[in-house]
């Protein structure tokens, strides 16, 4: 995650998105004393991750990352993970739309 400098990874398990794990997981992990080198994704990712379709709007995206308190939106299309949508992309995309 450092080196690709992304907050967030999506895991697949064949071509099913099976979670999503986050820096705050992997922080957490850290805090409880595991050391996340050595432990499995699985158990520190969220499972079933609320997801979006590319249609969602920027202002649905925002205001659902603002209600859940999440930074990063899965985006799915036919069962396929499209990419992952951080709270960094909708604020590009709402100062963009200013100028």
């Known amino acids: 995650m450092m080196t690709a400098h992304v907050g967030s990874i999506g ?3 064949g071509r099913q998105l099976a979670g999503i794990i986050t820096e705050r ?3 957490r992990a850290a805090s409880e004393g595991s050391d996340p080198r050595l432990e499995l994704v699985e158990d520190w990712m969220t499972s ?4 979006f379709t590319p249609e969602v709007s920027v202002d649905d995206a925002a205001r659902w990352l603002l209600e859940t308190g999440y930074r990063h939106l899965p985006v799915m299309e036919d069962g396929e993970l499209l990419g992952i949508l951080s709270i960094r992309d909708v604020l590009w995309a709402v100062l963009g739309s200013e100028q």
Do not use: E, L, S
Request: proline share 10%.
């Open 11 to 13: 895991v697949v398990r």
């Open 25 to 27: 997981d992997i922080v």
């Open 48 to 51: 079933d991750p609320d997801m």
